[in-house]
């Protein structure tokens, strides 16, 4: 399973964009990229998943350079309630055998302020 | 009504103790699975299952075990529990036939201390 590295904390504020960048060197080729959002004492939620290129949905976008060694998520004009943790996970698709045996780090603290 | 509930929500208990945990899930999916959240850490995962009959261990599963007993329920126990195994445990399920989707949905997590 590709290790990932994300920035341990981020400070943002109301109505501004906020992009959290992951690394991951060592993908794999079958491996696709996926964030999720935890709040405090809640299990955590699917955000947005890609492979490559440029993903978007209807609450974040992500981005993944050609290499496919890093991903951008975007969140756009953040608010108050958008304050969690947020966690960058690098795993195959469960098709190959291995499952959906998803690895979190530690993921990135964002807090939003007024 | 919760898609993938856990029972119980809290639980104190003593070193020694067997414990059990229940998952259930409404969604219909096949995959099942148990994680522990340490504070101010990830989620480490320590048991999976893709059905009934297929049980396996994830990163962290020594002092635990599962019980699949239907397609619908995966159930985590301590057989002995030890004050290092307090921690927050958080049940998931994933959906076989959902593609390239890497997404699991979890219940609300059962905060267990063990003194």
């Known amino acids: 399973l590709a290790k990932t590295t994300q920035p341990i904390s981020m400070d943002s504020y109301e109505g501004q964009e906020v992009n959290i960048t992951c690394s991951h060197n060592?993908?794999?080729?079958?491996?696709?990229i996926t964030w999720y959002q935890q709040f405090p004492s809640q299990g955590p939620r699917f955000i947005i998943q890609?492979?490559?290129t440029k993903v978007t949905n209807e609450v974040a976008s992500l981005f993944i350079p050609a290499d496919r060694k890093s991903s951008t998520l975007s969140l756009p004009r953040v608010s108050l309630s958008d304050t969690a943790v947020y966690y960058c996970?690098?795993?195959?698709?469960?098709?190959?055998?291995?499952?959906?045996?998803?690895?979190f780090g530690t993921g990135t603290q964002l807090k939003v302020e007024l | 009504d919760a898609d993938v509930t856990q029972t119980p929500r809290n639980r104190i208990t003593k070193t020694g103790k067997r414990i059990m945990l229940e998952c259930s899930q409404t969604?219909?999916?096949?995959?099942m699975y148990w994680y522990r959240q340490d504070p101010g850490l990830g989620l480490r995962l320590i048991y999976y299952?893709?059905?009934?009959?297929?049980?396996n261990k994830g990163e962290i599963s020594d002092g635990y075990s599962v019980s699949r007993q239907a397609q619908a329920k995966f159930s985590l126990s301590l057989e002995s529990a030890i004050p290092n195994q307090t921690a927050l445990y958080f049940c998931?399920?994933?959906?076989?036939?959902?593609?390239?989707?890497?997404?699991?949905?979890f219940g609300p997590g059962t905060r267990l201390t063990v003194l």
């Open positions: 890609g492979y490559k």
């Open positions: 299952s893709f059905d009934v009959k297929d049980i």
């Open positions: 996970l690098v795993g195959d698709n469960g098709l190959t055998g291995g499952g959906n045996k998803l690895t």
């Open positions: 998931a399920t994933s959906d076989l036939t959902s593609g390239s989707s890497n997404e699991q949905f």
């Open positions: 969604k219909g999916h096949d995959r």
């Open positions: 060592n993908i794999a080729t079958n491996d696709y």
